[in-house]
């Protein structure tokens, strides 16, 4: 596996990502849109992309036609990873990844595989995320993968029991804290993940696995009010 790291994009994932790098002794690049990408994928083995930065797939096809044997790990929320991975030259070398939100401290990985991505390319993506001390988990290329699909179902039940006037949403959060030792509530959950993220794929479980995912009204208010939690100062609660 190539030592050479090339990342696509700025904020915390990807500067955390940056440090975990650099701890492990790989030569890092860091690059966030406005640059010449095309000599930097040339001489990378592995390029982690994060969300929000895109690159065309004529600029990627210029670097794997060079013969640069890259595994492209793009960050995936809300839509197939086959999809992102059919964007892009050589399916077969990407795989996509979740990160998750709430308990970054834990340094978890999702890995996602690619219906034409290669076997040999997710073991390898496996053996440089756990290189740089992150935990892994494999998911199939379904609706919601692994931890969206189970946090945004529970979120959406408490939601629905909450707007039909069952129980306050400070009680659901206190039942699910005391009764099931959960660490947070399921409002306390929507707020730290991202109330869009939750929507997001919440309509992708709707479409593709059956209406009983449908999101919450009261959930679509927040998201188009851009209520979305811990990262716009308001959610179910408030944090300013």
């Known amino acids: 596996m190539g030592e050479n790291v090339l990342i696509l994009g700025k904020g915390a994932n990807a500067d955390g990502f940056r440090e975990a790098c650099q701890s492990a002794a790989m030569n890092v690049t860091q690059l966030d849109g406005g640059e010449d990408f095309s000599k930097y994928l040339k001489e990378a083995g592995i390029v982690l992309q994060f969300l929000g930065k895109d690159l065309s797939a004529a600029v990627l096809d210029e670097a794997y036609t060079a013969g640069t044997p890259q595994i492209r790990l793009a960050e995936t929320v809300g839509r197939s990873v086959t999809e992102g991975a059919g964007k892009y030259g050589n399916p077969e070398r990407y795989v996509g990844f979740s990160v998750s939100a709430l308990f970054p401290e834990k340094k978890l990985v999702e890995l996602i595989k690619g219906e034409k991505t290669k076997d040999e390319t997710l073991t390898k993506a496996k053996a440089f995320f756990e290189k740089i001390g992150f935990s892994t988990v494999i998911s199939q290329d379904r609706a919601g993968y692994i931890l969206d699909r189970v946090i945004a179902s529970m979120v959406n039940e408490a939601i629905y029991v909450s707007m039909y006037g069952l129980a306050r949403m400070e009680d659901i959060d206190q039942m699910m804290r005391l009764a099931v030792n959960f660490p947070m509530g399921p409002f306390e959950f929507a707020d730290t993940m991202g109330l869009d993220r ?14 009983q995912y449908r999101p919450c009204p009261l959930l679509k208010r927040k998201v188009e009010a851009g209520f979305l939690g811990k990262k716009t100062g308001r959610g179910f609660y408030s944090y300013q």
Request: cysteine-free; proline content about 7%; aromatic content about 8%.
């Open 198 to 211: 939750i929507l997001m794929n919440l309509e992708w479980l709707a479409e593709e696995v059956g209406p």
